[in-house]
């Protein structure tokens, strides 16, 4: 048996833009008009995996930060060589999850990939030839409840994702599978999964609450208010090639009666040790104005600028921008001086600078 300890400490410099921001307010009154930039540790993770033989391991992941210590990931591998796949058992992102190369995930990545989940996957993969390669995933979890999490680093304007997995009364079960083909550098995966909404945890908490839901079930015969459909579906075409780096990704979802869709796209070129990226990505509903009165449920679109130096194998340094625009649901006012208030908008665009250390 062979064990290995590894981990990582990521420190980060917050910066954001435009007034307010519960995470820097008194809870009584604003002490100031704008945020204040501030610092902290984003993480520090301490990993262990276990190599009981060639085909088996166990990873086991704690992470720590300024608030808090959790169980982060733990999960079983087996490689079966003989029929090339692999199967996971326990707690990780769901099998279609990527590894981002920037700090902050796609909006829809933070929407529908990056929680965590229970999970018992396969992982098989099919030759065709020297440089093809045809991959086919299945996975049944326990799904995730619905929740919310911050569209980048800053924390007043949550959006509503799938959470961490939870203990929940209702819980239900999620079925996945996933088909890619990888050829000569080029990748190109599709996935769907399928359940129901945790009953009554997400259809009647968190979706019954947002403003206008039941009006959306009672003006609707075809609809009811306790819809528990559960699905999305999704694709990613992809190009690494030598210092070349190209992803694009598309998801549509329906959870009861909210609709959601998204998509990114990203390109980079490393030049040695520098790593420029862009990122345009947007996340949205099919306009149910009802709803829109919400921060979980606005249309969001984000461009990220990111600038990755990567000193040696053990730190590294990411400087990221990222330019957000959400659809509100306010409106245009006037205050009592006869100033034009835009309600429509949130200035909250986000400057990052994060030091890791890896080992």
């Not at 239900?172 to 000569?184: I, Q, R, V």
Request: glycine letters at 10%.
């Amino acid at each position: 048996m062979e064990i290995l300890l590894g981990g990582e400490v990521e420190t980060e410099f917050v910066d954001v833009e435009g007034p307010g921001g519960f995470e820097n307010q008194d809870l009584t009154y604003n002490k100031v008009k704008n945020r204040s930039p501030h610092m902290r540790i984003d993480k520090a993770v301490l990993s262990t995996r276990v190599n009981y033989s060639e085909n088996l391991y166990y990873n086991f992941e704690l992470r720590f930060g300024d608030k808090k210590a959790n169980v982060d990931k733990h999960y079983a591998r087996w490689t079966l060589p003989g029929i090339n796949t692999r199967f996971e058992m326990g707690k990780n992102k769901p099998m279609i999850a990527v590894k981002r190369q920037t700090e902050g995930y796609p909006l829809i990545g933070t929407a529908f990939w990056k929680g965590r989940e229970y999970h018992i996957t396969s992982e098989t993969k099919y030759s065709l030839g020297e440089n093809i390669r045809v991959d086919l995933g299945l996975s049944f979890a326990m799904k995730r409840p619905l929740g919310t999490d911050d569209a980048a680093e800053d924390k007043s304007f949550k959006m509503m994702v799938y959470d961490d997995y939870e203990d929940k009364d209702g819980q239900t079960f999620e079925y996945g599978g996933s088909l890619g083909l990888k050829a000569f550098g080029v990748s190109a995966d599709g996935w769907y999964y399928t359940g129901k909404l945790i009953d009554d945890y997400d259809w009647k908490t968190n979706l019954g609450f947002l403003p206008g839901y039941d009006d959306i079930a009672n003006s609707n015969d075809d609809w009811e208010e306790n819809d528990k459909t559960h699905w999305w579906y999704g694709g990613r075409v992809g190009i690494d090639q030598k210092n070349i780096h190209i992803r694009a990704e598309y998801i549509n979802a329906l959870d009861g009666l909210l609709p959601r869709n998204g998509f990114y796209a990203e390109g980079s070129y490393r030049i040695k040790n520098i790593e420029p990226l862009v990122r345009y990505g947007n996340l949205n509903i099919k306009r149910h104005e009802e709803t829109m009165g919400d921060p979980q449920t606005w249309d969001r679109e984000m461009i990220t600028l990111a600038f990755l130096y990567k000193l040696n194998d053990y730190i590294s340094i990411k400087t990221e921008y990222y330019l957000l625009n959400e659809i509100t649901g306010g409106s245009k006012t006037t205050d009592g001086d006869g100033n034009t208030v835009d309600n429509t908008r949130v200035n909250d665009n986000q400057f990052l600078v994060q030091l890791k250390f890896e080992f």
